[in-house]
């Protein structure tokens, strides 16, 4: 009990150190001109911006290199003095991509000591709601440093926030006998996952020192940060670690199991192995000897898909069969898609039929009895937007609504949102509402003022700023509460008040049953796909096997 209380006093001490920016640890407390904190490892000296205490490249686990290339995170060993955290750390090695990608927005340093995070909090924050971070980019690019992701739109309202790096690509995501044998757990794969939960679980034991409050974290991701926050819905490793969730276009695929063939994939060990002999590696030290760049690459080169691995531990089973099984964690939800999605992502679409009699003959030789379902939802007058508006729901749109549904069946609040909004520079592109469009709204990144990235059309104009002013309440509102509002915009009605959603256009508004008849025919024809064992993931529409001669 007394050494409860001492560890108590110690620690609200070091809190009010931290708020009222005077130095820890230095001989006693001395006035300092920028904010500094003393977390578990020792003490750091960030900058202060406009009210904001921002700290940048806290290691959150050891450097994963050497022989810890593909270990589960190690703890970080503590500094002497004062760290200075004024500057972003490298972003994960990752691979290149085209330099015409609308996603091109390359890190300025990349390496494979990256394991690292970054807070902005309110200067004087005391027991705020957090906000963690975590960034798309398919698991194999970006990073915490990217322009976009700057936290103070958070911090300005009281929330604050955390945005982490995790390993990417093979190094973070590749399974390998050698590597299950060498573990004490007998598993592999999903490092960059349980980075993530060394980041969360650095939350718990230090954001009190920045003024947030570890009860209170919202876990928030897109695209690739969207499937991490699913995975953690799921992983008991993960339970008791965030309170609530953010999910921005999320899929709910089939993903490999460890050891065995599934669903119409290989094992993900046996991937591994494929990876190494594509990189004519035939022992597992071979691998660690190369350098992470050439790796990285490499495997890509070689066709590695950088996902999660069904392993029994950390991802216990499919998505989709925890959700089933109501085993998820018990959480308030908040989640959505963008209207078009795939106009950015085309290389996942199978090329549309000329006709619409092609289209529709396609569509009733796969679909049989289920065809005037699909056809009601996706007709054949035109058959390029019906394939577009297809992959879209197969991918994110069904996604979204199973997660929305599926957190109301167990008695959780979910909130669903469809964001369809369109700008000049996205129209003069033909990109409207694209694949993570709604970023720059949610991070108020809006304005002649906002971050740029190389390729992206940026929204400028007041309809602009007005829709991102609501669409930062409402994640804000919802990090603090668990209810989405914002000022002189619609209260957001949960998804089980009549398949309720929140329509981001020009404006907020709230509607209804989204899209009628899609949830119900994917969720039929995954569920067809699921009992046949096949992947049920672009399996859908013209890329249907047909069952009659066309």
């Known amino acids: 009990m007394i050494r409860m209380l001492a560890l108590q006093l110690a620690s609200a001490a070091m809190m009010m150190a931290s708020l009222t920016g005077l130095a820890i640890g230095q001989g006693g407390a001395e006035p300092t001109a920028q904010p500094r904190v003393t977390v578990q490892t020792g003490v750091l000296e960030g900058r202060r911006e406009g009210g904001i205490n921002i700290f940048k490249n806290i290691p959150y686990a050891q450097p994963p290199v050497g022989d810890l290339r593909w270990a589960p995170p190690q703890a970080v060993a503590p500094w002497p003095g004062v760290r200075n955290a004024s500057e972003f750390g490298p972003s994960c090695t990752q691979i290149s991509i085209p330099r015409s990608s609308i996603y091109f927005d390359p890190p300025i340093v990349q390496s494979e000591d990256c394991l690292s995070l970054n807070v902005w909090a309110p200067e004087n924050a005391r027991n705020l709601p957090v906000i963690v971070w975590i960034h798309g980019g398919s698991l194999r690019i970006g990073g915490a440093a990217q322009p976009f992701y700057d936290g103070a739109v958070f911090a300005h309202q009281d929330v604050v926030f955390v945005s982490i790096n995790y390993r990417l690509g093979a190094l973070g995501w590749m399974a390998h006998p050698e590597l299950s044998a060498e573990s004490p757990e007998g598993v592999s794969g999903n490092y960059g996952f349980r980075d993530q939960i060394a980041a969360l679980l ?36 993960s339970r008791g670690l965030f309170s609530r969730a953010i999910i921005e276009s999320t899929n709910l695929r089939a993903f490999p199991r460890l050891r065995e063939a599934a669903h119409g994939l290989p094992s993900a060990e046996s991937t591994g192995l494929s990876v190494s002999e594509a990189l004519g590696a035939e022992r597992l030290s071979e691998l660690r000897d190369m350098d992470a760049d050439s790796l990285t690459q490499g495997a890509a080169r070689a066709g590695f898909v950088s996902q999660g691995v069904i392993d029994g531990l950390v991802l216990p089973d499919q998505l989709l069969a925890v959700l089933e099984r109501s085993e998820q964690a018990p959480v308030p939800l908040l989640a959505g898609f963008n209207r078009d999605e795939l106009r950015t992502q085309t290389r996942l679409l199978p090329t549309a039929p000329d006709s619409p009699e092609a289209y529709e003959a396609i569509i009733r030789c796969g679909y049989g009895d289920l065809a005037d379902d699909y056809l009601a939802v996706y007709p054949a007058d035109d058959p390029v937007q019906s394939t577009l508006d297809a992959f879209r729901d197969t991918i994110y749109g069904w996604a979204g609504e199973r997660l929305a549904a599926a957190q109301a069946e167990i008695g959780q609040t979910s909130y669903l949102y469809l964001f369809d909004h369109c700008y000049d520079a996205a129209r003069e592109q033909g990109l409207c509402a694209f694949h993570a469009s709604e970023l720059t709204f949610v991070f108020g990144q809006v304005g002649p003022e906002a971050a740029r990235s190389p390729n992206w059309p940026m929204p400028e104009g007041p309809v602009d700023q007005a829709l991102s002013d609501a669409m930062v309440a409402y994640w804000t509102s919802f990090a603090k509460t668990g209810l989405p509002t914002a000022p002189d915009a619609p209260d957001w009605a949960p998804y089980s008040d009549g398949q309720a959603f ?26 067809r796909q699921r009992e046949a064992g096949e992947q049920w993931f672009l399996g859908v529409g013209v890329n249907v096997q047909p069952s009659c001669e066309t």
């Not at 009860?215 to 499937?227: C, H, K, N, R």
């Not at 929140?502 to 969720?523: C, I, K, Q, W």
């Open 202 to 237: 650095w939350v718990q034991d230090n954001i009190s020192a920045f003024g947030g409050d570890p009860d209170q974290v919202t876990l928030m991701g897109e695209s690739a940060g969207a499937l991490s926050v699913s995975y953690h819905l799921i992983s008991p490793l």
């Open 502 to 527: 929140m329509h981001f256009s020009e404006t907020p508004r709230l509607s209804h049953d989204l899209f009628p008849g899609m949830y119900e025919v994917h969720g039929e024809w995954v569920r």
